[in-house]
């Protein structure tokens, strides 16, 4: 199934390292990052996990639930975890969903056959407290991904749902921000400190405070 920016995340019943989940009802009103990896005791995806697992305390100042997914069997899940406190120094920290029978992967066009076998690419969904997927991203099973980037577009998407803005290249928490097609100059200014007209299409602004 294809999903697109906008649509509710599908939800699913699955096994996962923390036990069953219903999907929906885990993830509760927080954001969340499903990502799927393609498989258990394999170099990128051991730092990759570790990674993450480092990273919690980011996630959680971000209200963000993360959990993982392959293809794999719940038991491979937990033989293959120790390794990766192991080799990163970061003990897993967060659930992975078995999904032997590619249902949840199915359900979010995971698997990918030009990659190589029916194992999940390294697929990315930022699901947002309304349950609606907010980003996508697929790298390749030879890439491994760049989780200080998911981190700073989760920062970009909660900035820009709170306020008529949108962010610019590369831009991190503390820069300026980029004022709706939608507002008027009249009415950003009135709304927004600092605004400066660059073109009448490019009107930047300092940051709303949150
Ligand atoms: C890896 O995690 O290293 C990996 C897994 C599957 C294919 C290629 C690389």
Known sequence: MSLHLGDVAPDFNADTTDG???FHEW??????????HPADYTPVCTTELGRVAGLKGEFDKRGTKVIALS?????????WAPDIGEVTGNALNFPIIADPDRKVAELYDMIHPGEGDTSTVRSVFVIGPDNRIKLSLTYPKSVGRN???LLRVLDALQATEKAPIATPADWRPGDRVIVSLAVSTDEARKMFANVEERKPYLRYADAPSA
């Open 20 to 22: 069953r989940i219903d």
């Open 27 to 36: 993830k509760g009103d927080s954001w969340a990052v499903l990502f799927s």
């Open 71 to 79: 293809v794999d069997p719940i038991e491979d899940h937990r033989g």
């Open 147 to 149: 989780f200080d980037e």
